[in-house]
């Protein structure tokens, strides 16, 4: 369980690191902002459609082979992106890096899922996804590492004898490392963990509609997650807070899912989860109305940004845990079908907060939230017995 938590912190470390590197690259080569982000939009949209295809893909090539076939198709992808300049192969190396750490944490998943105790199956899966947040924060520090380093030094390590720009590829070159890195342990540990049979008769979609509410709360807590990730920063600033101030929320909101994290998960080992997830949402259904009056205040709108982003961590570990709990016999559709409902969440409710921040302005942020948490709220209420 350990040397699966290290995998997953540092198989997020490079996924931190390129949230920056690929981007400010990008734009350094004259892409348009347009461009930059239809091709960062392919890293996460693949996922969806790749979903589909993992029941059959694990059974095929087994978990080991996957993990190996994952660190295949991100590491030398991470080196030619340092390599290239043109629109057409940066989309393509984007889209298949974005296949191999897709493929790499789902498996994650799965195994942490496979091995967690039932007594503490919340605590164990929200370490893990503590260890993931914690490795997209640890990547921009990484950066600033790099920066660091005194121009002269780097002209004697021995990869700069193979880059043409150091400077420009050195960070690609780290990346890639940490993502080889993130794979030596696990492959010692899959041989021991006890994957599940999987049933021939299980189907994504008809496993969404067996347990709704939990997969549509997976999908509610993609929504607030991404959206507040997204959009919290350009709130801040339309509200008066300075590029810095309003970075410090973001900040916030990503500590308290380190904070908060593991011990709502743990305390789930306690309770019946369903009652758990049904009040999370509804935290995070208040922290989006309370939003518009805290933010001119500081200290209470960082406090809040800390309770939103415990809440919304937490409801993510959870879920996994509850699907872990109840689909063992079907855990790798299981995991395909809560992927596809978080990058789905995710994406529709980035959409639904810029639709409603040009609709109705600044406040439209939290009213997409607010109205999202509010829906799902009063269909688990009515249909709790399906949750």
């Not at 919340?122 to 660091?148: D, K, M, R, W, Y």
Request: aromatic content about 14%; charged content about 5%.
């Amino acid at each position: 369980m350990v040397i699966s938590i290290l995998s997953a912190f540092l198989a997020s470390v490079p996924v931190g690191m390129n949230a920056i590197i690929f981007p400010t690259t990008m734009e350094a080569y004259g892409f348009s902002n347009t461009l930059i982000g239809i091709i960062m939009s392919a890293e996460t949209a693949i996922a969806i459609p790749m979903c589909f295809f993992l029941p059959q893909l694990l059974t095929t090539v087994g978990l080991l082979r996957g993990f190996i076939l994952s660190t295949f198709l991100c590491v030398p992808t991470a080196i030619l992106l340092s390599y290239v300049s043109d629109e057409f192969r940066w989309f393509i190396l984007v889209l298949i890096y974005g296949i191999g750490m897709f493929l790499f944490l789902v498996l994650l998943q799965i195994g942490v899922n496979s091995i967690s105790l039932n007594k503490y199956r919340g605590l164990t899966v929200a370490l893990f996804g503590v260890s993931i947040s914690l490795g997209l924060a640890t990547g921009p520090v990484i950066l600033q590492l790099i920066e660091l380093l005194n121009p002269s030094l780097l002209d004697h390590l021995w990869i700069s004898k193979i880059l043409v720009n150091v400077p420009l590829q050195l960070p690609f070159v780290v990346s890639a490392g940490i993502s080889l890195l993130a794979t030596i342990p696990i492959i010692f540990v899959v041989p021991f963990i006890p994957l599940y049979q999987q049933s021939q008769s299980s189907n994504l979609l008809q496993l969404i509609r067996f347990s709704p509410a939990i997969m549509f709360a997976v999908a509610v807590g993609a929504a607030s997650h991404f959206g507040a990730s997204s959009f919290i920063v350009l709130y801040g600033k339309h509200n008066g807070f300075s590029l810095e101030g309003a970075s410090f929320l973001y900040t916030a909101f990503i500590l308290g899912a380190l904070l908060f994290d593991a011990p709502l998960g743990w305390l789930s080992d306690f309770l019946d989860r369903r009652y758990v997830v049904i009040i999370i949402i509804f935290l995070n259904m208040a922290c989006a109305v309370y939003l518009p009056i805290a933010i001119y205040v500081n200290y209470q709108v960082w406090i809040l940004m800390l309770i939103w982003g415990g809440v919304t961590g937490a409801l993510y570990s959870i879920c996994l845990a509850v699907i872990g709990e109840r689909f063992k016999n079907e855990l790798i559709t299981a995991t395909a079908a809560y992927s596809v409902m978080d990058n789905v969440g995710g994406t529709i409710g980035i959409l639904m907060i810029g639709v409603a921040m040009d609709t109705f302005g600044v406040d439209g942020f939290p009213y997409a939230i607010m109205l999202v948490n509010i829906l799902y709220f009063s269909f688990a209420l009515t249909r709790y017995q399906v949750i």
